[in-house]
Nanobody, 124 residues
Framework: QVQLVESGGGLVQAGDSLRLSCAAS????????MGWFRQAPGKEREFVAG????????YYADSLKGRFTISRDNTKNTVYLQMNSLKSADTAVYYC?????????????????WGQGTQVTVSS
């Protein structure tokens, strides 16, 4: 079983940058991909960005390309989300999640382990 702990959230102003971290522990050998999702108040959870663990290939929600960057440090079993030029619309709880063996990084329902989330609030 994989445990995920997010950190790095906080209150920032519009235009600022923030970097989130997600540290994985437990069955990390089974991780195929890791992704970031977010959920704003009253809205459904949405995909933000993902990374294939072995190859480092990345993919993003179209609306966030260019502002958000996902990366990973295999030695630390940690994935990062660099968020630049933040907007009030980016305010949400951000979650990281993993896909295990046999799953697809491109199918949301295949993300089977989730962190507790970290709050990001962007004031305008």
């Amino acid at each position: 079983q994989v445990q995920l702990v997010e950190s790095g959230g906080g209150l920032v102003q519009a235009g600022d940058s923030l970097r989130l971290s997600c540290a994985a522990s437990g069955g990390t050998f089974s991780i195929v991909a890791m992704g970031w999702f977010r959920q704003a108040p009253g809205k459904e959870r949405e995909f933000v960005a993902g990374i294939i663990w072995s190859a480092g290939s990345t993919y993003y929600a179209d609306s966030l390309k260019g502002r958000f960057t996902i990366s990973r440090d295999n030695t630390k079993n940690t994935v990062y989300l660099q968020m630049n030029s933040l907007k009030s619309a980016d305010t949400a709880v951000y979650y990281c999640a993993t896909v295990g063996r046999g799953g697809s990084a491109y199918i949301v329902s295949d993300y089977n382990y989730w962190g507790q989330g970290t709050q990001v609030t962007v004031s305008s």
